[in-house]
């Protein structure tokens, strides 16, 4: 892991697996099915070796869910069951539409990529933050309360989202944005 973050000027913790309850505390629960513990305990040690030595990293969907329970943050392992509400955050084919509104908060640095207020997104995940980590910030949320985005002010760029850019990247500018700020902080590294 150390020469790995050594040798890289950037990272992306992508989408993937449910992760697993036992790294907040939790048992799983009936719809807590896919699990991969060797991730898991990779991402554990790799997340905090990038962020003490301040690499770039974006975390997507599950990405955003594991670095906030490396952190110290909590889960809803399944938002349908545990957290039910009229926003769709599991959506369907084809994935680069959005899904539901992200309102992006003003004065974060989401806000300066993108701009603040709401951003259409398009969500595909059934697990999301519960209890946010204490040292990431949130910087935007679903018309339900549900956390989108947060970073880490401590970090030079620690960022990671709910949805998916990966996916919109070709017709969405906002997704290109923020694939841009990652790519731009890790050149200034």
Not at 29 to 42: E, F, H, I, N, Y
């Amino acid at each position: 892991i150390e020469q790995l973050v050594s040798q890289c000027d950037g990272f992306l913790v992508t989408g993937g697996h449910d992760v697993d309850p036992e790294r907040y505390g939790e048992a799983a629960g009936p719809k807590t099915v896919k699990l991969c513990k060797a991730r898991d305990r990779m991402e554990e040690r790799l997340i905090p070796s990038v962020i003490a030595a301040d690499k770039p990293l974006l975390g997507i969907c599950r990405g955003i869910q594991v670095i906030n329970a490396v952190l110290g943050g909590t889960l809803w392992q399944d938002l349908p069951r545990q957290r039910p509400s009229d926003v769709e955050h599991h959506g369907q084919p084809p994935y680069d539409q959005p899904v539901h509104v992200a309102r992006v908060l003003p004065g974060t640095p989401l806000a300066a990529c993108v701009g603040a207020g709401e951003l259409p997104v398009n969500s595909y995940h059934h697990q999301a933050l519960r209890d946010v980590a204490p040292s990431l910030s949130v910087m935007a949320e679903a018309a339900d309360g549900v956390v989108e985005a947060v970073w880490r002010p401590a970090s030079r760029f620690l960022w990671a989202v709910q949805w998916h850019p990966e996916f919109a990247h070709r017709v969405d500018e906002p997704s290109r944005k923020i694939f841009s700020a990652l790519v731009e902080a890790a050149r200034e590294g």
